[in-house]
């Protein structure tokens, strides 16, 4: 369960502009609403979730005035919360060469200079072909794309 109330806050604080604060009531309602039982009955496991957040500095949690409710607020390291929740990439199919799949991965494209010296070779007679994959090479670079993909692309079209 105390994994279960991490989830929701994260949820709940994420959709929040960072100068707004999650209320207990409010968090008391998602509880409600997605489990169907009454916060009232997990709040040791509540406790928990919430003290191991605070120790991480992903949240702080304020007591109102009449000590009664609290409110919840993003802390420092709130990022770190977020990055871990969001760690799920659901792929069905997925046909390509040179395919970068997650978060902060690296791709290295490794092209031989014998490959690209092959490549001009096989273009530098057909002028029609050079016009084409020219064009191709120049729409495929306006795309941000630098320069080891966009070789690999120019051996990929020639190939």
Do not use: C, H
């Not at 707004?20 to 998602?30: E, G, R, T, V």
């Amino acid at each position: 369960m105390k994994n279960t109330f991490k989830k929701l806050i994260s949820k709940k604080l994420e959709a929040l502009p960072d100068n707004k604060a999650l209320m207990s009531w409010d968090l008391q309602i998602a509880f409600q609403n997605a489990s169907g039982e009454e916060l009232s009955d997990y709040l040791p496991e509540l406790q928990e979730a919430v003290d191991e957040l605070e120790k991480r500095k992903q949240i702080r949690v304020e007591m109102l005035q009449n000590n009664s409710s609290f409110r919840i607020v993003k802390g420092l390291q709130f990022d770190e919360l977020i990055s871990n929740s969001n760690n799920q990439i659901n792929i069905s199919a997925l046909t390509a060469e040179n395919v970068q799949v997650g978060n902060k991965n690296i791709m290295n494209i490794g092209v031989s200079s014998e490959e690209f010296i092959e490549a001009l070779k096989a273009i530098s007679n057909d002028t029609d072909k050079s016009k084409t994959v020219i064009g191709e090479l120049t729409d495929y670079a306006k795309k941000g794309v630098g320069l080891a993909e966009t070789i690999s692309k120019f051996i990929a079209l020639v190939g």
